[in-house]
């Protein structure tokens, strides 16, 4: 399993995750917190691709998004 992409904009993450999945790439949402107290601990949330053979595609295809031609 990889890290792909991180956000606290859930919003983003899901269309990123959808996207994922319409190109058979199986993904997992996990959450990142930091080690300080709740009220000042930002969440984001990760994305990671579960089959490593996966990211390069998946990698591709969330530049491809960012970059648009």
Do not use: H, T
């Not at 904009?9 to 080690?35: G, H, N, P, T, W």
């Not at 053979?53 to 960012?66: Q, R, T, V």
């Amino acid at each position: 399993m990889k890290w792909i992409f991180s956000s606290r904009d859930a919003a983003q993450l899901s269309r990123f995750k959808s996207m994922m999945e319409r190109a058979d790439i199986s993904c997992a949402v996990r959450k990142a917190q930091l080690d300080l107290p709740m009220m000042l601990a930002p969440l984001d949330s990760e994305l990671w691709v579960v089959n490593d053979e996966d990211y390069p595609k998946a990698s591709g295809l969330i530049k491809g998004w960012s970059r648009p031609s």
